[in-house]
């Protein structure tokens, strides 16, 4: 656990041109222990992308883009230590699982931070910037998809504010496993 206050980290969004940090970041979350219950992706099948697909994912999520945002930690000595995304979810379209989106909404993904800095703080300071994008986009509420499973990730969610929204979802890749829905309104 790191001993350090969360004021001491950079938070912000990331740039374009910082996907191989974002992918070293993602790399390293995929070999958490819980990544399995956290993570649709696989360690392997992220290792085996393109850069081409990093370079994509860094442009489509970073400073100035609209529908995306990955906001990291960035530590003291200018290393990566936490992470989360924020994707912008309109009303009328179908989301990843098949469920309408019926408001405009920010759904927050990917959230990951290093096994050292857990127990800071970092979190709360990720998610409250996290939060503070979608609400800037005008997000009516905002949702996370998290496994039935994973009590760490739900007892965080809960006390930041979080409550589940009674929404189940099915994973298809993993018959007989589901994910619960967690959501907060906009204050």
Not at 48 to 77: L, N, T
Not at 93 to 105: I, L, M, N, S, Y
Request: charged fraction near 25%; glycine fraction near 10%; include cysteine.
């Amino acid at each position: 656990m790191s001993t350090m206050n969360p004021g001491a980290y950079v938070i912000r969004s990331i740039r374009a041109d910082e996907w191989p940090a974002a992918k070293e970041l993602r790399l390293a979350a995929l070999q958490d222990p819980v990544a399995a219950l956290a993570f649709l992706e696989t360690h392997e099948e992220a290792l085996v992308r393109p850069d081409s697909f990093w370079q994509e994912r860094a442009a489509g999520a970073c400073e100035g883009a609209d529908g995306a945002q990955q906001i990291i930690a960035e530590g003291p000595d200018g290393s990566w230590v936490g992470t989360l995304t924020v994707l912008v979810e309109e009303p009328g379209v179908t989301d990843w699982a098949g469920f309408p989106v019926e408001r405009k909404q920010g759904h927050v993904v990917a959230v990951f931070v290093r096994p050292e800095e857990r127990g800071s703080g970092l979190t709360d300071v990720l998610f409250d910037a996290g939060l503070e994008w979608a609400w800037s986009r005008g997000a009516e509420r905002v949702r996370l998809i998290v496994h039935e499973e994973n009590g760490r990730a739900q007892r965080f969610y809960r006390r930041v504010g979080f409550v589940p929204s009674g929404v189940v979802v099915p994973l298809a890749a993993r018959p007989g496993e589901t994910e619960l829905e967690f959501v907060l309104e906009r204050p």
